[in-house]
Nanobody
């Protein structure tokens, strides 16, 4: 079983930046993803990265503002968030893909992922 622990959330003003980290308990070369969930809303796809780190895919709402990356030597995935908006306020979760492939990104549905972290709160003030 893989454990995922997110960190780096916090309170930031509109236009600011934050970098989230997701540390895995063991080596994993599968695709990983970031999702977010705001109060009263469904969990929403944000970004995914292949096991190799060579391929990425983003939700339209964050493309050009967020960057997903990974350091497999540190078993860590990152989400660099810039030009933050109040609508980015949510709990952010990282997740490990079910597919186990190294060269492909994960899916955009929560069901495509098997392990989840506990989440980290991001609040963007207006």
């Amino acid at each position: 079983q893989v454990q995922l622990v997110e960190s780096g959330g916090g309170l930031v003003q509109t236009g600011g930046s934050l970098r989230l980290s997701c540390a895995a308990s063991g080596r994993t070369f599968s695709a990983m993803g970031w999702f977010r969930q705001a109060p009263g809303k469904e969990r929403e796809f944000v970004a995914t990265i292949s096991g190799s780190g060579a391929s990425t895919y983003y939700a339209d709402s964050v493309r050009g503002r967020f960057t997903i990356s990974r350091d497999n030597a540190k078993n860590t995935v990152y989400l660099q968030m810039s030009s933050l908006k109040p609508e980015d306020t949510a709990v952010y979760y990282c997740a490990l893909s079910r597919s186990g492939t190294y060269d492909a990104t994960g899916g955009a549905r929560p069901g495509d992922y098997i392990y989840w972290g506990q989440g980290t709160q991001v609040t963007v003030s207006s």
